[in-house]
């Protein structure tokens, strides 16, 4: 598949959307029953197309088609479970948009979709800066308003919650700011300043470090492996928290707090 993938790629006779029709009339052919099967050979023919267009992408023509293959290869890696790989797709999308030349009818329809999936994972460091980009588009073009509002706070939420996030400081603007503050009261401002937790459950501050993103992935393999044959029954949760705890401190030197801890007033099985 890979070589029809790259024979296709390099016919430079055909237009970018003829090889795009091309390639996906070729997924077609190599569909499979089994569902695993069928979103692996996705992610190869996502990253083929996003390669092959990317090579093609100057200046900034074939950015709407970009997105949208960068969204439904972030979606297939959450359909698979595999959200390690969302920090390439992560990195590849901040990659296109970090110069904010991106036309927002680019962005309208992809980057949420792009947001929610890279919100799966650990890598909250990119996902706020992807928050940011697409917010300061939306402020450029006046599309800034009451429906982007929950991304909004989760952006704010993210700049409060993320350990060093100084380097995006300078993106804040008055303009941005200013338009923040007509969309969400002062009152909830303050909140969200006070109490910027993200869902029902307190998490430790080390979750919103950037070396908890390196890590984490490796201590879940790490622990999904010591745990393989475990029954996974009432109070196993526990136990998992004690061994994650015990690893992260002995192998890091990381000391870390289970929801448990975070979270004294709360029942869990």
């Known amino acids: 598949m890979k070589k029809q993938i ?13 090889r795009i029709s091309l390639i996906l009339q ?10 695993n099967q069928r979103q692996q050979n996705d992610t190869v023919i996502f990253t083929a197309l996003i390669e ?35 920090e390439t797709v ?7 948009i970090r110069y904010e030349v ?13 947001l929610d999936a890279v919100g799966e994972s650990v890598y909250n460091h ?10 300061r588009t939306a402020c450029r073009v006046e599309a800034l308003d009451d429906k982007l509002a929950g991304r909004v706070r ?10 060093d996030d ?36 307190k998490k430790d501050p080390i979750e919103y470090s950037w070396k908890w993103e390196k890590i984490y992935y490796d201590v879940e393999e790490y622990l999904e492996e010591r745990f393989a044959n475990a029954p996974r029954a009432m109070g196993f949760c526990f136990h998992y928290w004690a061994a994650k705890k015990e690893y992260l401190n002995d192998e890091y030197g990381i000391e870390w707090h289970s929801p448990s801890q975070m979270n004294p007033g709360v029942m869990f099985d």
Not at 26 to 35: I, P, T, V
Not at 126 to 135: G, P, S
């Open 52 to 86: 092959m267009v990317d090579a093609e992408n100057q200046p900034h023509v074939y950015d709407l088609e970009m997105l949208q293959l960068y969204a439904l290869l972030a979606e297939t890696f959450v359909e698979l479970g595999d959200y390690r790989s969302l």
């Open 90 to 96: 992560a990195h590849g999308v901040l990659d296109l």
């Open 102 to 114: 991106t036309p927002w009818e680019a962005m309208a329809e992809t980057m949420p979709r792009i």
């Open 166 to 201: 100084g380097w995006l400081d300078r993106l804040i603007d008055k303009d941005l700011e200013k338009t923040i503050s007509s969309i969400l009261p002062p009152g909830e401002l303050l909140r969200i300043i006070l109490r910027p937790q993200i869902g029902h459950l």
């Open 154 to 163: 989760k952006m704010l939420k993210l700049k409060i919650l993320l350990e």
């Open 126 to 135: 990119a996902l706020y800066e992807l928050h940011l980009h697409f917010i």
């Open 26 to 35: 070729l997924r077609e052919q190599f569909n499979s029953e089994d569902d």
């Open 6 to 18: 790259q024979n296709i790629a390099q016919q430079s006779d055909l237009s970018i959307d003829e």
